[in-house]
């Protein structure tokens, strides 16, 4: 008997590019329409910029994504497309970034590029007006919004037309005046009024008149003109500046054009410099006793931080625990408060608390503590209020470790002869570390990179005294580099911050790389 139409048999055969119009299908439609539109849209301006890599990352992940979704069969790359550029944006592309920093004299003086610094150098270095002034009367096609035109007059009365394009002189008869003399028109050009002039003042300002004789004629005031002389001249083969008036050259060297005296030219630009930023870290004097210090202090708080809150979090855990402790529900809940509150929010509560003069623990004390200017108390203090912020996860998750060991184990070990020390020592605890030691490794990641912790109570401070680099008592090392590239004083320095972010990184991947092998032995126990 044949399939009846419709059957099951026919559906089977339909085209593997078909698509059932639902909802579904057309939103998903929709939003790969305007991924694909926002994927064009910024393809021009990459290709000016000439920023290929860009491009190219974004032409693979907007093919990848369409062909992922476009047809039926591709289910699991549905969820591993999106998923593996996700994380290539939010992951493996930020630290590739911060690794070519590092090898970078990117930072104040050093942001542009090398086409954007040289034109800066040619156009902003020009000498004051000199001995040849013109009277001025400024014109502009098109009824005044157009094209802009310089009427110049010179001290022997000869007239001057100039624009962008060319600069010639006028015969008397070029130039349309009223009774009075005024200039109504040259050439095309129309005389703009006072409001006109005021309504495009910053065009008038770029404006830039070239003379064949040399130099360029800019706009000094409304009624005044002037030839502008460049104080360098650029050498496009050999890649240098000279000096018009002493005739000294300026050579590239790392980013800056440099003199044999060392003078230097502004603005520099970003250039390759190799292991230098982390040659300074160990070689400045002026970065090496901070750094030192810094990074021992850093080591000091994370393990001492995750080991203060792993004891008083498990503690509180094993108390909570016991089968005749009451109110343990409203215990555990007033016990995560600090846990729920926003971390900055905490930090910002304790760092008026112990200020020296209007906290409230001095007051309560009757002091006059300076728990936040002093370096040993100021240590103290940050410690404390990590303590305070942090001990409430540790106490989560040791709960949650400890409900789920089973009972009948602890039990045979008292049934065996153990007294309470014995089973926690030899049954609990080593249950307990395997859920609990890959954890305390991120609790240390989090505690050597606690960023907020530093910056919201002590900010750092107290300063380190005779450091030429801003570097506090308590800074660790995540905060320092947050003050090189921003806070320095006297410029950021975007480089050495991103070689100190690089040896962070490393520093913590080594140990929690260490760490796990070494936890992975736990897994014996279960």
């Known amino acids: 008997m044949p399939a009846p139409e419709g059957s099951q048999k026919d559906q089977g055969k339909r085209f593997p590019w078909s698509f059932t119009f639902t909802i579904g299908t057309v939103v998903k439609l929709l939003l790969l329409g305007g991924l694909n539109v926002l994927a064009i849209w910024s393809f021009p301006s990459m290709w000016s910029q000439r920023w290929w890599p860009g491009l190219i990352a974004v032409l693979a992940s907007t093919a990848l ?207 390759f410099i190799g292991w230098d930023n982390f040659t300074r870290i160990i070689t400045a004097e002026e970065i090496r006793g901070p750094f030192l210090r810094v990074f021992l202090w850093n080591y000091f708080f994370a393990i001492v931080s995750t080991a203060i809150n792993f004891i008083v979090g498990l503690g509180l855990a094993l108390a909570l625990n016991h089968a005749t402790m009451r109110g343990k529900r409203i215990y555990r809940s007033l016990l995560i408060i600090p846990y729920a509150i926003p971390s900055f929010v905490s930090a910002l509560v304790w760092q008026g608390m112990l200020n020296q003069r209007f906290g409230i623990i001095n007051e309560l004390l009757n002091a006059d503590i300076a728990w936040l200017r002093d370096p040993t108390l100021a240590k103290v203090s940050v410690i404390v209020v990590n303590l305070w912020l942090t001990f409430p996860y540790m106490f989560l998750i040791a709960t949650g470790a400890l409900q789920a060991i089973p009972a009948d184990t602890q039990e045979a070990a008292r049934v065996d002869g153990a007294n309470p020390s014995q089973v926690f020592r030899l049954v609990t605890f080593p249950l307990l570390m395997v859920t609990l030691a890959p954890l305390l490794i991120a609790a240390f990641a989090f505690a050597f990179n606690n960023f907020n912790i530093i910056y919201y109570v002590t900010g750092g401070d107290p300063p380190i005294a005779g450091a030429q680099t801003p570097a506090g008592h308590t800074d660790i090392l995540i905060s320092y580099t947050f003050r090189l590239a921003f806070e320095t004083g006297r410029g950021s320095d975007f480089g050495l911050a991103a070689a100190i972010a690089s040896l962070i990184f490393i520093m913590v991947a080594t140990v929690s790389a260490i760490s796990f092998k070494r936890t992975a032995a736990l897994e014996e126990l279960t």
Do not use: C, H, M
Not at 248 to 269: A, K, N, R
């Open 65 to 271: 994504i369409d062909w992922a979704y476009l047809s039926p069969k591709r289910l699991p790359a549905k969820y591993l497309v999106p998923g593996t550029i996700f994380a290539l944006i939010f992951a493996v592309v930020p630290v590739i970034y911060n690794a070519y920093i590092a090898f970078t004299n990117f930072g104040t003086g050093n942001v542009l590029t090398r086409e954007q610094a040289v034109e800066n150098i040619s156009g902003r270095t020009s000498t004051v007006p000199g001995s040849t002034q013109f009277k001025l009367t400024v014109l502009a096609a098109d009824d005044g919004l157009g094209e802009f035109a310089l009427l110049l007059e010179n001290d022997l009365n000869e007239q001057f037309l100039g624009t962008d394009d060319e600069f010639l002189q006028l015969a008397p008869g070029d130039v349309i005046t009223d009774d009075a003399g005024k200039v109504l028109e040259v050439a095309g050009f129309a005389a703009l009024n006072l409001r006109q002039l005021a309504d495009r003042q910053g065009e008038l300002t770029d404006l830039e008149v070239e003379r064949d004789e040399g130099g360029v004629i800019k706009v000094v005031t409304v009624t005044t003109a002037a030839v502008y002389e460049p104080l360098f001249t650029y050498d496009e083969d050999a890649g240098t500046f000279t000096d018009i008036e002493t005739g000294v050259v300026y050579t590239e060297i790392e980013g800056t054009f440099t003199s044999p005296d060392g003078q230097t030219l502004t603005p520099g630009f970003r250039a």
